[in-house]
């Protein structure tokens, strides 16, 4: 979760530069990913967290090569769930 100075600053964003929906880059991971073919995958995971302006507050990006998979929900363990790992599998 941001520290409270992070989230003081993503809330005057709002205030003095208009910014409307701001999402912050909380963590990045790297990681290995088992395809469903067995093959060993290595995955980006770039964890957001988005201001109240959003319906989602987490937000989960996961990439490996030029493959893309997304997930999106109030809290962390229901955005990792939500990500449709199988659109990373090679195919």
């Known amino acids: 979760m941001p520290s409270e100075n992070v989230m003081h600053t993503i809330h005057r964003l709002k205030e003095v530069a208009g910014g409307l929906a701001v999402r912050e880059i909380v963590t990045t991971v790297k990681c290995n990913r088992t395809t469903p073919d ?20 987490y937000e989960i990006q996961a990439r490996t090569g030029s493959k893309t998979a997304t997930g999106k929900a109030n809290s962390l363990d229901e955005a990792l769930r939500s990500v449709h790992w199988q659109d990373l599998d090679p195919g």
Do not use: D
């Open 38 to 57: 067995g093959a060993m995958q290595r995955v980006t995971i770039e964890i957001l967290y988005r201001t109240a302006s959003f319906a989602n507050r």
